[in-house]
């Protein structure tokens, strides 16, 4: 494991986390480290004790962009009514989140009035803080509030965002300053707090990805947030909602929630990775559309935690948010569309056993995948926001990304978005290969050509695709004021690199340099598009001399006693193991024999012949443990539960047991198997603590 991660993990007690807005009660006692508490309203402090009683650590969640913030809006904060704050679209109407909970285009006053209602989560012994989704719609841009801050920012008339492609970036650019100042009030306010109380509460921010927000037209600070003070990581918003969202692979549009989530954890991890902030990846076992039914709800929901664990730098998680809807709510059974029901119970007792699995993450040392991949990643910038709307808006399915992402991920490579602002000389270090364009976004300074130019000196291999086509390449930015007369941002980066403007491989400096005069976009809405991209990669690359790899139709990849596996079509073969495996996704854990394939896309696989040690080994449990003490003859575990599912654990028993107990009394839903040396034990969850024992 990278040491990035054992420095991060260190004294960690929430690695695991889920966030509510409701009081502690036995039926959502999510077997995590941590409840976050959502909301700084009245009845917070409530809540905050209902949670800490029950022994969690504490946490406190408020929305950036829209709350019920109706004090501020009507002047009650501070005698100033801020209603022309709100986010307002071209036709005059506000944009808003039901009500008057509106998108708010922060103005100076509203991160003290976040400020002021943190300090009242802090006074009651919180001990971090998570600001969630600073966003600002494309569509906005037209709101007093907003005109009022372009004077202030540019010096000069408000233009409508709509009205060329120049405005478009101007207001982007604003948008994105505004939330950043709005969040450094915050943070700001908390070292204060901390060094007036000696404390040291922690802020983060939960976003979605840069995927995402530049495919749903959401302007956020994403990268840049790393750079404010008092800002110590992140969460990643990935679920099935986001990773949903369709995009163009060989001509087709369609959903491709795998591939979509594993490229918008990468662009979360290694923002996190490269400023060394903390990083959570959250999964949502539902979403928040409810007309879907509980079979789409647990195959998403595999597909986005098997796209996050083959992240292996990553070792915390949001288990889920809003515990009350899935425990709690009713969606479409899968049998029939018209009837809705509660959760079914497998499913339950499914999302206990990966939750569990998820807080013993970070004690995986030993991280290896199947195959050894070349470093291979997607250059991505925050400016992928700030081109999505008129008048001339870049491809609205990111095909310019996905045009050059998904040909090798769809091969089995392990592609990585890298983030052009944040990257550092280690980080390129890790790749061999870059694709990239300045289709749908732009280099916001010429340091990142310089950046370029160190990496590809030291032997590595850029792909860069782009036609020279996009209007914004004509925006006033440093490539064409200050005395410099490029006409694109290419041409800038390519005068760095010492190479002719010509299609085809160039040697350059120590490496290679590839232009294809193309947009990305349309390799990606090609039926050939992907092919004509590899032929170039893989021609490009052996023209340096190196060995590129076969293609494959899996991922597969060992984290410790763990292994993930991920087919990219439902015939793949994965290799053939020589070992028995037990799929958590299975809530019956049942015990897959060696040299038997799965029909599975997705498995979260227990070597359950992966330890070695003598004695009893708990090696999955649906619930959490508390306590646990294991030796050669006996062991014992205080686990606690959702009240009412069903539980199971499964142990590594040497010989059969003389004696199972629950609470002292005689567990009668055993399983043991002599030849594998496994002990399973069924039973139905108590969010009361209760002690599990194990004699031989």
Known sequence: MLLWIGLLAIAQADRTTFQTSQPFRPSIAIPADAAVVYGFGNDMPGRVKSWKDQGYTVQLMTGVAWGQYQDYLYGRFDGINHVDEAQTNKDGNKISHGGDVYYMSPGPSYGKFLAAGVRKALDVGVDSIYLEEPEFWVRAGYSPAFKREWQDFY?????????SAEAQWRASKLKYFLYRRALQQVFDDVQLYNKEHNRNVHCYVATHSLLNYSSWSIVSPESSLAQLKG??????????????????????????TFQTAYLEYGAMMNVARATRKRLWFLADPVEDDPKHDWGDYKRNYEATVTASLLQP??????????????????????????VKAGIPPAYATELQLIDNALSN?????????????????????DTLMFERSGPTPSDQQLGHIYGLALPLLNR??????VQLETATKDDLAKQRILLMTYRGMKPMTPESDAKLAKWV???????????????????????????KAFKTPREALFRKLHIKEENGFQEALSGGVVWLHKNPAELAKSKNGDEELMRVVRNSF??????????????????????????????AEIPTQNRAFVNLYDPELKLQEPGVASDEMYQLLVDVQNIREKGI???????KTLESKESSASASYEITGIEGTNGIALLKCPTKPASVNLNGNAATDTTYDAKHHLLWVRFVNSAKPRTLEVRI
């Open 155 to 163: 010096h000069e008339a408000w233009q409508a965002p709509d009205s």
């Open 231 to 256: 800002c110590d990581g992140y969460i990643a918003q990935v679920w099935t909602g986001t990773a949903r969202t369709p995009n163009y692979y060989q001509g087709e549009l369609k959903e491709r």
């Open 313 to 338: 730098d990553v070792a915390n998680y949001e288990v889920m948010p809003w515990p009350e809807r899935i425990f709690e709510g009713q969606y479409p059974t899968e049998a029939d569309p018209k």
């Open 361 to 381: 993450m970070e004690a995986q040392k030993d991280v290896k995948w199947t195959d050894e991949f070349p470093g291979i990643g997607v250059v991505v910038s």
């Open 412 to 417: 089995g490579f392990a592609v990585q978005p």
């Open 457 to 483: 000196e030291s032997g590595g291999l850029l792909i860069f695709v782009d036609d020279d086509g996009d209007p914004f390449n004509n925006i006033r930015e440093w490539w064409n004021t200050g005395g």
């Open 542 to 571: 052996r023209q340096m001399k190196g060995y590129f790899p076969e293609s494959r139709d899996f991922f597969e990849l060992k984290r410790g006693m763990y292994v993930i596996t991920a087919k990219l079509n439902k015939s």
């Open 617 to 623: 080994h708990l090696l999955a449990l649906a619930g």
